[in-house]
């Protein structure tokens, strides 16, 4: 696992992220959530790009949930291997930017992020992939 000096800053809207935030995929892929959930995640920590709110509180939430409802699984995960007591570390960070991602996103219809040290695709506003219109 990398240490948090390896790891790039990612700014949600105005809010800098705990340098554990860059493996929120790894916590979607330990957890059991969707794979639309995994793939989100995947996409936020690997370019900048801009969604919409109410799909970032969504997949926020599921992963948050699946956090919680599984917390001694996925600690124990982290700490395969490892006796520093790091684990519990990397879960309250995890914890922390989910809630902080949250908190920037329930009163905004839509936010943005930046990852630092990755190269912008210009692929549009929704990091180039496919845009899916749901009724709600």
């Excluded at 709110?53 to 599984?70: F, G, K, M, P, Y």
């Excluded at 991602?101 to 990755?118: D, P, R, Y």
């Excluded at 549009?124 to 709600?136: A, E, H, Y």
């Amino acid at each position: 696992m990398r240490g948090p000096q390896h790891l790039k800053t990612i700014w949600f809207e105005d809010e800098m992220l705990p340098n554990w935030a860059q493996l929120l995929d790894m916590a979607a892929r330990v957890t059991p959530v969707s794979d639309e959930t995994r793939a989100w995640f995947s996409r936020l920590i690997n370019s900048s790009g801009v969604d919409d709110a109410r799909t970032i509180r969504d997949q926020v939430e599921t992963l948050l949930r699946a956090l919680h409802a599984n917390k001694d699984a996925v600690i124990a995960e982290l700490q395969r291997g490892r006796e520093d007591g790091q684990a519990a570390h990397i879960f309250g960070a995890w914890e922390y930017a989910l809630e902080t991602i949250l908190q920037e996103a329930s009163a905004k219809k839509t936010c943005s992020w930046t990852v630092e040290g990755v190269e912008d695709t210009n692929e549009g506003d929704f990091g180039g992939g496919d845009i899916t219109l749901r009724k709600v």
